[in-house]
C-alpha cells in the first residue's frame, strides 16, 4: 500500500499518478494555502528545477520537500538519494549538498526510504565543516527521517510500504488501523468501517473531528511535557505545517518502534514512544471503534461527546489542589489551554485557568509558553460573560484593548483600562522627584497614544471604570512629570490688566488691581477669592510672601473651561466653588523654565483638563486619586468658600457611615479585600427574575460601589471639594493608587466561581417594607426616609455637601425586588444608593454626571427612569436628552432636541421600551423614540399662544401608549392622542396660574396637580375634578403649602405631596384605604 492505495490494482503509469495526487491531497490537509508541485520519478535537472522555482515563490517561508525512496537503492554512504537517470533506464546518485544549495533555507525535508539516517547523517557533518554563517543556516533546516542509518523500513503486511509517509499525513486512520491489532477488543473491531467514521477532521462536534482534537491535545501534551520550551515553541507554534508534521511523527515514532524502526529528526528529540498519554490515546480511539458500528448504522444517533476532556480538567483541579511552584508542573496544562476553543469546556477552563495563575509569574511563564491564543480566543467568543476572565489571562496589545474600551460590560472597559495602564512607564527618577532628560522618543509616543485612548473613557459612566482611568493618568503623571509640569507652568505668565479682564468667567470681577496672591487664595474665606471661584497662580504654598501674577490666556488650555475644573464645557462656571493652585515647589529644586518644551504639548493641555474635571468626580475616591495627580503637575486645588466645610451638615452624626465602611463594594454579594487604606469587595449580581414582561427590570445596575467614607475625612466628601488639610508630601504622592479591578480579580480568582445562584427570598420578605417607605426631600441635600403607616423616620443620610446644590429627582429603581434608590441632584449628578431603609446602612452604588459637558444650571437638571429599557434619560437647559444604559453604565446615545428652548419636564412609557416624552420651556411637547431613526415621533404646541413652561407631562394610565398629560405653569392641564392632530382633545383648567407639579398614577385612572397657592387638585381621566386639598387633615386644619412635588404610588391609591416652605411631606389616601 502506498498513500492507501494498492499500485497492483491497476496499470504502473495511472498507479503512479494516483498515489502522487493522493499524497498531494494528504498535505493539503495540513495546510491548504501552500502551493505544490508533484515530480514522479524526476530527474536532477527537474528536481533543481522544482527546488528553485519553489524558493522563487516561497521567498523567505519555509519549502517541504518530501522524497520517497521506495524501490531504489538505499543512500549512499555520502548521504546522495536516488533519481531517475534520463538517458539510461537507471538510476543516479543526487548528492544532498546540491539538494540544500537549490532549496535553501527555512526548509523541512521527509526521507521515507530505507536507512534514511545516513541523510540525517551526512547533514550534520555538513552542519559541523560549514562556517558560522552558514552553519546558522543551516540550522534552520528541518530533517525527518524514517529511520536510523542501520535500518530498514518495515516490511510486515500489517503496516503499509509507507507507513512512516502514512502516519505523517494520516495520522487518525493509521493509529487506528494500528491500535486495532493490538486492542484486548480487536475481535470485535472492524477495520474496514474505519474509512467510513463519520464527520470532518475540523469539526469537533463530530465523531471524527473529536477525534483528531483528541489527538493534537495528547502530542503538544507529550511534546510540552518533554520537550525543552524553546524547542516546543520553535516546532509547535511558529508554522502551521511543521507543528502538524512534528504531532504526527511522535506517532510515527509510536507506530515504528514496535516494528524495531526508530524514525529520528533533526533537531533530535526525545524518546516519547512510551509516555503515559498515549494510553489515554487508547482509550479514546477504543471508545470510538465501539461505537463506531452503532453510528453507521443509524447516523440519526446523538453524537455523545467523550469524557476525555473533562477527566483531564478534573485531573488538572486536584494537581491545583496539591501542586506548587515546587513540585512537577501540571501535565495538562496544554489540555486545559486547548479546550478554550470549546464553548462546552471553556468557562470551567478559564476558571482552572484562573486559579493556576494566580500561583505566581512561574505560572504564567509556562501558560506563555504553551499557548498565545488568548486574543484569539477573546476575538471569537461569542459569550461576553466570558471576557473579563479573558482579559485577565491575556496580554494585550494597545490596538486590541483599545476596542474593548466601548464593550457593554463595565468589568471589561475596566479590565482594559488597567492593561492600558499598565503600559505606561513609572520611572524611578519620576518618582523620586528628579527628571530624566534622555526620553526615548518611540516610547514616548507609544505612551502618548495610550492616554489619548484612556482620556476618551474619562467620562465613562461606570465609576470602576473611571476610577481605573484616575490611577492610569496618574501613572502617566508620574512619567511625563516634567513635560506636564512645563504646560502647567504655562498657566502664569505676566500679562497686562487687559488680558485679565478679556477671561469671560473673571470679566466682572470688581478689582482695581487684578493683582492675586497666594495667600488670598489660601485662606479664600473672604474677600476677592471668595468672588472670583477659581483662579490660576505659580507660587509657593509655603511661603509666608505673596507673590504677583496673572492668568495668561495664552495657554493652550487657559480657557474659562479648563479654569472652572470641567473639560468640557465652561457652562459648568457657574457652580465651581474650588480654585486651582500652581506649586512652584512641587518638586526638589522646583520647576525648570529652561526645558523645552515637548512637540504635541496638546495631550499634556487636556491631561490637566481632564484631571480637574476628575478631581471634581461624585466619587469621593476617584476626585481624590484626581487632586494627588494634579499636585504630583504642581496643580493644586483650593476650596474658596470654606465655610462650608466648617459647617459640615445639618445631621452629620446622624448620616456618617461608621469607619469600617471605607473603599468599594459590589451591589451583590460580598468578599473582602484589603488594599492599601480601602476595603474592596466585587462580584456581579444575581439577574433578579422579572414579575412580569413589562417589569424586566434591571438586571444589574452598576458595576461598583464605594462606601461611605469618614465625614471628616477629606476622602470622605462626596462632593468634589477639597478640605483645608495641606497637600500631601512627596514621599505620599510616589504612591501610586491601586487598581480596584486588579485587587478584585486576585480574589476573583482565588476562589471557586461554580457556585449557586444567590437566594432571593429574604430580598422578597423585604418588599413589603420597602414599599412602606417614602421618600422626603427635607432639605436641599438631605434625604429622609419615613415609614408613611407610623409616621416615623426609616434613615436620614446626605447625598453631598453642597448645599446649594439640591435634589431634582428621587425615584426607585427595581421597584419589585432588590431596589435601589436613585437622588438626582440640580448639578446633574446622579447618585445611586441601595440598602437606603436601613439606618446607618446606606451605600452608593454609583455615581456619575447625568449631563456630562452640558450646562446644569439652578435646577433646570430632569431625569426620569424606565424600568423595562434599563434607561436613565437626563435632559435639562440644554439641546439635547441624553441617554444612559445604567445596566452597562454607559452614555448610550445622545438625542437632539431640535427646539430652541430648554427641557422643563421628562416622562417615559412604561408600555414601550426606549420611547420617552419631553416638554419645554416654550410650551411645546415631543415625544421620542430611540429605536427609530428620526428619533421625533411627535410634536405639539397644546399650550399656545402661552408662553409658561410646561412644568409635568406623563402617558396616561394602563397599556395605551398614545395619549399623553400637559401641564403647562398657566395652569392647564392637556390632554392629547399622539394618532391624532396636534389639537389636544381635553383641556382642564386646573388652576389660575402657579401650576408647579403634576402626577399621573401609573395604573389608577387619576391624576393629580399641585399649586403654588397651596393647593392640590386631583381629577379623573375624563378631566372631571374628584377633590381638591387645602388643609392639612389635623385638628387646627392648618393650610398645606406651596406644592413642590407631587407622587403617586405605583401599585396603591396614594399621594405624596411635598411642600417646600415647612419641609412637610403629606400622604393622602382614599377613604376605605387601609
Not at 843 to 863: C, E, M
Request: glycine share 6%; net charge neutral.
Amino acid at each position: 500500500m502506498e498513500c492507501w492505495i494498492d499500485p497492483f490494482s491497476m496499470a504502473p503509469p495511472k498507479a503512479l499518478e494516483s498515489i502522487g495526487k493522493t499524497l498531494h491531497s494528504q498535505y493539503e490537509r495540513w495546510q491548504p494555502k501552500a502551493r505544490y508541485k508533484l515530480q514522479l520519478d524526476p530527474t536532477v535537472e527537474e528536481v533543481k528545477k522544482l527546488c528553485n522555482t519553489c524558493r522563487k515563490y516561497a521567498r523567505s517561508e519555509r519549502v517541504l520537500f518530501h522524497y520517497n525512496g521506495h524501490g531504489v537503492p538505499k543512500p549512499t554512504a555520502n548521504g546522495e538519494i536516488w533519481v531517475f537517470n534520463k538517458s539510461y533506464t537507471q538510476y543516479i546518485p543526487l548528492p544532498i549538498t546540491d539538494l540544500d544549495s537549490w532549496l535553501k533555507t527555512p526548509s523541512i525535508y521527509v526521507f521515507d526510504c530505507s536507512a534514511a539516517g545516513i541523510i540525517v547523517k551526512a547533514f550534520l557533518e555538513r552542519l559541523d565543516w560549514s562556517s558560522s554563517s552558514s552553519a546558522s543556516s543551516l540550522k534552520d533546516c528541518i530533517l525527518l527521517a524514517a529511520c536510523e542509518a542501520h535500518q530498514t523500513l518495515p516490511q510486515s503486511a500489517e503496516f503499509p510500504a509507507d507507513v512512516f509517509t502514512a502516519c505523517l499525513t494520516t495520522p487518525i486512520k493509521m493509529a487506528l488501523h494500528w491500535f486495532c491489532n493490538r486492542s484486548l477488543l480487536r475481535g470485535s473491531l472492524d477495520q474496514s468501517l474505519i474509512d467510513q467514521i463519520p464527520g470532518r477532521q475540523n469539526d469537533r462536534k463530530t465523531l471524527l473531528g473529536e477525534l483528531n482534537w483528541i489527538f493534537t491535545a495528547i502530542t503538544d501534551t507529550i511534546a510540552w511535557n518533554v520537550l525543552p520550551h524553546d524547542l516546543f515553541q520553535r516546532l509547535f507554534r511558529q508554522d502551521l505545517l511543521v507543528a502538524s508534521l512534528f504531532r504526527n511523527f511522535l506517532l510515527a515514532e509510536r507506530i515504528m518502534r514496535s516494528a524495531n524502526c526508530s524514525p529520528i529528526s533533526y533537531p533530535l528529540l526525545p524518546p516519547t514512544h512510551q509516555h503515559h498519554m498515549w494510553d489515554a490515546w487508547d482509550m479514546a480511539a477504543e471508545m470510538c471503534l465501539s461505537k463506531l458500528p452503532q453510528l453507521i448504522a443509524n447516523p440519526s444517533v446523538e453524537f455523545q461527546p467523550s469524557p476525555f476532556f473533562t477527566e483531564q480538567l478534573t485531573a488538572f483541579e486536584v494537581w491545583l489542589d496539591h501542586g506548587s511552584e515546587d513540585k512537577k508542573p501540571p501535565e495538562q496544562l496544554p489540555i486545559v489551554l486547548q479546550v478554550l476553543l470549546s464553548q462546552s469546556h471553556r468557562f470551567r477552563a478559564l476558571v482552572l485557568l484562573g486559579r493556576f495563575l494566580d500561583m505566581g509569574p512561574w505560572a504564567v511563564d509556562l501558560s506563555l509558553c504553551f499557548c498565545s491564543g488568548f486574543v484569539y480566543v477573546l476575538a471569537n467568543s461569542g459569550k461576553i460573560s466570558l471576557r473579563p476572565s479573558l482579559l485577565g489571562l491575556q496580554s494585550n496589545a494597545p490596538d486590541i484593548v483599545t476596542l474593548l474600551l466601548s464593550e457593554p460590560q463595565p468589568e471589561v472597559r475596566a479590565s482594559a483600562v488597567f492593561a492600558l495602564g499598565n503600559l505606561l512607564d513609572v520611572g524611578s527618577s519620576s518618582l523620586s522627584g528628579v527628571d530624566d532628560d534622555s526620553d526615548d522618543d518611540e516610547k514616548m509616543r507609544a505612551e502618548i497614544n495610550v492616554v489619548r485612548s484612556l482620556l476618551q473613557v474619562s467620562s465613562d459612566g461606570s465609576p470602576l471604570v473611571r476610577s481605573e482611568v484616575a490611577t492610569a493618568l496618574t501613572r502617566f503623571a508620574l512619567g511625563h512629570n516634567k513635560h506636564l509640569k512645563s504646560v502647567a507652568a504655562e498657566y502664569w505668565k505676566p500679562q497686562t490688566n487687559s488680558l485679565l479682564k478679556s477671561l469671560p468667567s473673571l470679566a466682572n470681577i470688581n478689582n482695581p488691581t487684578n493683582v492675586y496672591s497666594s495667600t488670598n487664595i489660601l485662606q479664600g474665606s473672604s474677600g476677592l477669592a471668595s468672588h472670583i471661584g477659581p483662579v490660576l497662580r505659580v507660587g509657593s504654598d509655603s511661603s509666608g510672601t505673596g507673590r504677583d501674577g496673572r492668568i495668561s490666556t495664552s495657554s493652550p488650555i487657559a480657557t474659562s473651561s479648563i479654569l472652572h475644573g470641567s473639560p468640557q464645557s465652561d457652562d459648568s462656571s457657574q457652580h465651581s466653588d474650588s480654585g486651582i493652585l500652581l506649586r512652584e515647589n512641587a518638586t526638589n529644586g522646583g520647576l525648570s523654565y529652561n526645558r523645552s518644551r515637548p512637540a504635541d504639548s496638546a495631550i499634556y493641555s487636556q491631561f490637566i483638563s481632564t484631571m480637574c474635571s476628575v478631581a471634581k468626580d461624585p466619587y469621593p475616591r476617584i476626585a481624590t486619586i484626581g487632586r494627588r495627580a494634579l499636585s504630583l503637575i504642581g496643580v493644586e486645588q483650593v476650596v474658596m468658600k470654606h465655610k462650608r466645610i466648617n459647617s459640615g451638615g445639618a445631621h452629620q452624626g446622624e448620616t456618617s457611615a461608621p469607619p469600617s465602611n471605607l473603599g468599594m463594594a459590589r451591589s451583590s454579594s460580598w468578599f473582602d479585600m484589603n488594599s492599601g487604606n480601602f476595603s474592596m469587595a466585587f462580584r456581579t449580581p444575581p439577574v433578579s427574575p422579572p414579575q412580569h414582561d413589562y417589569l424586566t427590570g434591571l438586571r444589574r445596575v452598576c458595576s461598583m460601589e464605594f462606601r461611605p467614607h469618614l465625614m471628616n475625612s477629606p476622602e470622605g466628601l462626596a462632593d468634589p471639594l477639597l478640605s483645608s488639610v495641606a497637600a500631601p508630601s512627596n514621599a505620599d504622592l510616589s504612591i501610586l493608587p491601586q487598581s480596584i479591578i486588579y485587587n478584585w480579580s486576585c480574589g476573583h480568582f482565588s476562589r471557586p466561581l461554580l457556585t449557586g445562584s444567590d437566594d432571593n427570598e429574604e430580598a422578597n420578605a423585604r418588599r413589603e417594607e420597602r414599599e412602606r417607605a417614602a421618600l422626603d426631600c427635607i432639605s436641599k441635600c438631605q434625604r429622609s426616609l419615613w415609614n408613611y403607616d407610623d409616621a416615623l423616620p426609616v434613615n436620614a443620610f446626605e447625598n453631598h455637601k453642597s448645599s446649594d446644590r439640591g435634589l431634582s429627582k428621587l425615584l426607585l429603581i427595581n421597584e419589585l425586588d432588590e431596589s435601589l434608590l436613585l437622588a438626582a441632584s440640580s448639578d446633574g449628578n446622579v447618585r445611586i444608593w441601595k440598602n437606603f431603609t436601613q439606618k446607618g446602612g446606606q451605600k452608593l452604588v454609583t455615581a456619575f454626571s447625568s449631563v456630562q459637558g452640558h450646562r446644569a444650571a439652578g435646577r433646570g437638571v430632569v431625569i426620569d427612569w424606565q424600568q423595562q429599557s434599563g434607561y436613565l434619560y437626563a435632559s435639562g437647559d440644554m439641546a439635547s436628552i441624553l441617554v444612559w444604559d445604567l445596566d452597562k453604565e454607559q452614555l448610550t446615545s445622545t438625542i437632539q432636541s431640535s427646539a430652541d428652548s430648554a427641557i422643563s419636564a421628562l416622562s417615559t412609557s412604561q408600555v414601550r421600551s426606549g420611547q420617552f416624552a419631553a416638554g419645554f420651556a416654550d410650551a411645546s411637547i415631543r415625544i421620542f423614540d430611540v429605536r427609530t431613526p428620526d428619533r421625533i415621533v411627535y410634536m405639539a404646541r397644546p399650550h399656545a399662544p402661552r408662553t409658561e413652561k410646561v412644568v409635568g407631562i406623563g402617558f396616561q394610565p394602563g397599556f395605551d401608549p398614545y395619549k399623553i398629560v400637559s401641564a403647562s405653569q398657566a395652569g392647564d392641564i392637556q390632554f392629547l392622542d399622539v394618532r391624532r392632530a396636534a389639537e389636544p382633545y381635553l383641556t382642564i383648567e386646573a388652576h389660575r396660574g402657579s401650576l408647579t407639579a403634576l402626577a399621573v398614577h401609573r395604573h389608577a385612572p387619576v391624576l393629580a396637580s399641585g399649586s403654588a397657592k397651596q393647593m392640590i387638585k386631583v381629577f379623573s381621566l375624563e378631566g372631571e375634578q374628584l377633590t381638591i386639598i387645602r388643609y392639612q387633615p389635623s385638628f387646627m386644619g392648618q393650610r398645606i403649602g406651596s406644592v413642590n412635588c407631587l407622587s403617586f404610588h405605583p401599585y396603591k391609591s396614594l399621594l405624596a405631596a411635598g411642600a417646600g416652605d415647612n419641609a412637610l411631606v403629606s400622604i393622602y389616601a382614599e377613604e376605605n384605604y387601609k
